[in-house]
């Protein structure tokens, strides 16, 4: 079957400079040619660090990204950290199988493009450059570490001896609402899945007791 693709260390992190690029774009209809001219003298910084070897890595940017996930909310950072990894980048299964780049991925498997696993990204968080440009960057980061939550917490037991997290997705109706509620939750805007961004009474007292009893934070 296919895997599942729905550490937060922090990288140690060095960094170098590029040209940022002012980019002109022209496209010849007949003669299918194309022509791309930059012009800048500014520098910027951009990552160069151990996720320049995954596939898929863009990195672009990564350093935004970091500071993004520097700004999610304490509790639900503090819950995935120590074991998941932020990447900027076009995750290479996800792009094969949609036939096209996403917005974002979770990877709990570190899958190849080929479908094989157990990649130097394992439980990894994908934030691709589209999602950047289409400013969706941080409500993709939130929905991917929400799957990342929801993941991490899978051995949580409820008194009555059942998976919280089974109950969780049977409760919202999917794990990719279940993320949704949960992003949400943690201040979110914006839903890929849901109909609507108002957590019911029900639904946030339902939130209340699975962080109560699932995250150490």
Known sequence: SAPVTTTTSAPVTTTTTIPTTTTTIEVSQEQEEVTINTNSEEDTEIYKGEFTSFDGFEGENQLQLNELVASLPDELRKSVESSVIFVNGCHSYAATILERCPFGVWDSAGTFADGTVNSKWKLSVWVSNKAFANNRAYDTLLHETSHALSYLTRNCINPEGEKK?????????????????????????????????????????????????CCEN
Do not use: P
């Open 165 to 213: 997290r089974i109950e969780a997705q049977e409760f919202f109706g999917s794990e990719e609402l279940f993320a949704d509620a949960l992003a949400i939750y943690y201040g979110g805007d914006y839903a890929y899945y849901r109909e609507n961004i108002v957590l019911q009474d029900s639904e946030r007292e339902f939130l209340d007791n699975y962080i109560a009893l």
